[in-house]
């Protein structure tokens, strides 16, 4: 699986749209990008995925460059209960289920 | 509710005593996973299960047993824990296809003295 690379950090004011960046520069065709958060120890929670079109689900919309390097996860309307850790993930979709290769991710604080 | 839930959500014990975390899914689903994460290393993958009687190791297996005797259910077993797995441990499930995004329990926060 190609590896990402994102931010350490990032803050957002409540309201505002929150744009996570990631960097995929060796994904591969057949490769998908995910997003998961994880607020504080709790589980991780699935957001989106996307291979090269534009995706959009209730909380959340994912940009994905023409070339693929790289993908953009934006909330449109930041609040206190998206503060978290997010991660980028790019993984092979062959129709099976595999195990997800978590690095550091951004941790978003959102503050009033 | 769809769910996956583990049990217990926190546990202190002593080393070298057998311990099991229970894990359930109510989602059909036939991929289940374990995972633990630490400071600084991220969720690392120990077992994953693609179907009923079919498991096999992930990334960091060593000192973990699993087993898969029904499709809702993935058990964690430690033989003789250490303290080196103090951790916080996610169990995890997801259908095959078409999507596949996995759904986290709780986590199972252990700490081995």
């Known amino acids: 699986d190609a590896k990402t690379t994102q931010p350490p950090s990032m803050d957002c004011a409540e309201g505002r749209a929150a744009n996570l960046p990631c960097n995929h520069s060796t994904i591969s065709g057949n490769e998908y990008v995910y997003w998961y958060r994880q607020i504080h120890s709790q589980g991780p929670q699935y957001i989106i995925h996307g291979l090269k079109n534009n995706e959009t689900n209730e909380m959340a919309s994912l940009i994905i460059t023409e070339d693929r390097k790289s993908s953009t996860l934006i909330l449109p309307h930041a609040t206190l209960r998206d503060t978290a850790v997010y991660y980028c993930i790019v993984r092979g979709n062959t129709g099976t289920a595999s195990k997800l290769t978590f690095g550091t991710g951004t941790r978003l604080q959102v503050t009033l | 509710e769809a769910q996956v839930t583990q049990n217990p959500r926190y546990l202190i014990t002593v080393t070298g005593k057998k311990l099991t975390v229970t894990c359930s899914q109510n989602?059909?689903?036939?991929?289940m996973s374990w995972y633990r994460q630490d400071p600084g290393l991220g969720l690392r993958q120990i077992y994953y299960s693609m179907n009923v009687e079919v498991t096999d190791k992930g990334d960091v297996p060593e000192g973990y047993k699993v087993s898969r005797k029904e499709k809702r259910n993935f058990p964690l077993i430690l033989e003789s824990p250490s303290p080196n797995q103090t951790s916080l441990y996610f169990c995890?499930?997801?259908?095959?296809?078409?999507?596949?995004?996995?759904?986290f329990g709780p986590g199972t926060r252990l700490t081995v003295t």
């Open positions: 995890a499930s997801s259908a095959v296809r078409p999507r596949h995004e996995q759904y």
């Open positions: 989602m059909n689903h036939e991929y």
